[in-house]
């Protein structure tokens, strides 16, 4: 009887350590993703939006240009179907449609204060901001993998229910965000 129970804890301790490998794997490899993609100091990309929304019947598409420059600064200018530019530089994040621009605060609104994490943070390579607002898992290697983050906070959890990066190697080709009411954002990053 002794000896099944010492089975029976080696055969537990044995079950539980390759989950726990396998976790250091994923987070070695997320670690090393966003390390990957904050060694490129500015990006310039073209990109192909996809907006589905409960509330419409047919998606909303856009296309325009994404700019990237270390430590925090990203540029979305929209130029079909009209133009708008979104800037996050720093703490502000300014927008512009239609000859007005408003600035805005990160600090005082916490949906854009998200998805500036959500943008730069993958970016720049830091995890660390990154892992403050989200768990962060990673599937797949350098050569095609796939970032997924999910909100920690309850607040976030309202507005977010998952962010899915894809790319290769330190290239971003594609961001899905999953809104909480279930409405979907698709930003396809063209190849050069």
């Known amino acids: 009887m002794k000896r099944f129970a010492v089975l029976l804890l080696c055969g537990g301790f044995f079950t539980v350590a390759p989950q726990a490998r396998c976790e250091a794997v994923t987070d070695d490899l997320a670690t090393q993703i966003v390390t990957h993609l904050g060694s490129v100091s500015e990006r310039t990309e073209h ?11 047919h998606p909303l598409l856009s296309s325009g240009v994404l700019v990237f420059r270390h430590p925090a600064f990203l540029e979305k200018e929209t130029l079909s179907p009209r133009p708008e530019t979104l800037v ?6 300014s927008v512009q449609r ?5 600035h805005i605060l990160l600090a005082q609104n916490p949906a854009l204060a998200l998805l500036a ?9 830091n995890m660390a901001a990154l ?4 768990t962060v898992t990673a599937q797949g290697d350098m050569g095609a993998w796939t ?20 790319g290769r190697n330190n290239a ?6 999953i809104q909480a009411n279930g409405d979907r954002q698709t930003l396809m990053i063209e190849d050069h």
């Open 47 to 57: 990109f192909h939006e996809t907006r589905e929304l409960g509330v419409l019947t």
């Open 88 to 93: 996050i530089d720093g703490d502000t994040v």
């Open 98 to 102: 239609g000859g007005h621009v408003r």
């Open 117 to 125: 994490t959500t943008l730069r943070a993958p970016l720049a390579g």
């Open 131 to 134: 892992r403050q607002a989200y």
């Open 147 to 166: 970032l997924t983050m999910t909100p920690l906070s309850e607040q976030a959890h309202k507005m977010v229910r998952q962010v899915v990066l894809s």
């Open 172 to 177: 971003v080709e594609s961001l899905k965000v």
